[in-house]
């Protein structure tokens, strides 16, 4: 039903609900985040996909975040070119109409997902990012919400400093500016 449909649908718990339209700037900020996350991801195995690309998870949800990023090759659904299973990092820009859900029972199913490492609620409508990660220890830990949090979004795909200067890894600028191998 859905790969022929116009309106997309998130299936839950048996039950299947139209999506709503997004907001022109709830789509301004989905699109400067995908962009800047692709830019940044650039030379890692990660990658950045926008909302057409759905996501299962081990509760049953079948949704479409505003942003995803996928450490290494996408693990698809049997059968479903559409819909994966293995994000690292999940973007939700939240709404009036989206506000609750995000941060309640769709957060509850995203922690379920056992490659996820990061999520980041962003508000549509003021400056603010809440960044949720997984410790080492497995728990969730919250961070930001304000301004404040808007410094430290995601560090998925994050490169050592001579890789993002466009150096392999292990490899540094020398006193002379020539490429150094480092041990």
């Not at 299947?16 to 890692?44: C, D, E, P, Q, W």
């Not at 997902?113 to 603010?128: C, G, K």
């Not at 220890?137 to 404040?148: D, K, V």
Request: a positive charge.
């Amino acid at each position: 039903m859905e790969a022929g449909s116009p309106i997309r649908h998130e299936y839950a718990n048996g039950d299947i609900f139209a999506m709503a339209g997004a907001s022109v700037a709830g789509n301004h900020v989905a699109a400067n985040i995908l962009t800047h996350l692709r830019t940044a991801l650039r030379g890692t195995p990660c990658a950045a996909f926008g909302s057409e690309l759905r996501l299962a998870t081990p509760s049953g949800l079948y949704t479409y975040p505003d942003v995803m990023v996928i450490s290494g090759p996408p693990t698809l659904v049997s059968g479903r070119p559409d819909t994966v299973t293995n994000p690292a990092l999940l973007v939700e820009v939240l709404s009036e109409a989206t506000r609750d859900y995000d941060r309640g029972e769709k957060l509850v199913a995203y922690q379920a997902i056992p490659t996820l490492r990061e999520l980041l609620l962003v508000e549509q409508d003021a400056v603010a990012v809440e960044r949720i990660h997984r410790t080492a220890a497995g728990t969730w830990l919250r961070e930001g919400g304000g301004a404040a949090g808007c410094g430290r979004a995601s560090r998925i795909g994050r490169r050592p400093a001579a890789a993002r200067r466009g150096l392999p890894r292990g490899v540094r600028r020398g006193p002379d500016k020539g490429p150094k191998l480092t041990r």
